[in-house]
């Protein structure tokens, strides 16, 4: 059965430093999110792609925060500097077409601040 | 802003029990998701309910909707110690899924 996969599992870094996380989604899919995932809390959007656009972006904390999907298939989510309240997990999810549809998550990235 | 709200916060039940979590939204929606996560993992989805469905079964799994109180149900009969877990509802808003902050179910052995 096919999975969206991500990496890493786990990543701890220094405040300031910068961080990537690598999302691949499931083949064919068009359409994929970026979530952020505080403890105790549910999910909430970072940035949707419709293939290789961004259709929503409003979310995301530009300031330090970017996300790309070049090829329109896998994506990079980037902080730089991180801060210690960045600490959370990343989900990524994948999606046939419209937001109306199931979406099939990663394990997501769990990244810790120091 | 969370759209949805699961009710209770969490919930302990002994094995082969049935669970019952409630959900609340606030806005009109074409569908209503679930979707379970086990600890420190990524969410699972269970089951999809459209606006127009009263009642949706999935297994163990029953899902109801009533639209005019904005609200859903998820139950899990005969439950099993697998089924520990966090139970998210979810609804479809333009840019994505919007989530409440979930029911952490427990089932004691």
């Known amino acids: 059965e096919a999975e969206v996969a991500q990496s890493p599992r786990y990543k701890i870094t220094e405040k300031s430093q910068a961080v990537a996380f690598w999302c691949d989604p499931i083949?064919?899919?068009?359409?994929l999110y970026w979530y952020r995932q505080i403890l105790g809390q549910g999910p909430e959007l970072l940035v949707q792609?419709?293939?290789?656009?961004?259709?929503?972006d409003s979310q995301l904390p530009k300031d330090r925060f970017s996300a790309e999907r070049l090829k329109g298939v896998d994506s990079t989510l980037k902080i730089q500097p991180a801060e210690l309240g960045d600490s959370a997990m990343y989900l990524c999810?994948?999606?046939?077409?419209?937001?109306?549809?199931?979406?099939?998550f990663g394990p997501g990235t769990r990244l810790l601040v120091l | 802003s969370q759209q949805g709200e699961e009710d209770p916060q969490a919930l302990s039940i002994q094995e082969g029990e049935n669970a019952t979590m409630n959900c609340s939204y606030k806005?009109?929606?074409?569908?209503l998701q679930w979707y379970r996560q086990n600890s420190g993992r990524g969410l699972v989805h269970l089951i999809l309910?459209?606006?127009?469905?009263r009642e949706k079964h999935s297994g163990r799994l029953r899902v109801t909707l009533d639209t005019s109180k904005k609200s859903s149900s998820l139950l899990i009969t005969a439950s099993r110690a697998a089924d520990t877990a966090s139970y998210f509802c979810?609804?479809?808003?333009?840019?994505?899924?919007?989530f409440g902050k979930g029911t952490h179910l427990i089932i004691q052995p």
């Open positions: 083949s064919g899919h068009a359409t």
């Open positions: 999810a994948s999606s046939r077409g419209s937001v109306q549809e199931t979406q099939y």
């Open positions: 806005t009109s929606i074409n569908n």
């Open positions: 309910i459209r606006s127009n469905e």
């Open positions: 979810a609804t479809p808003r333009a840019d994505g899924l919007t």
């Open positions: 792609f419709q293939d290789e656009s961004v259709v929503d």
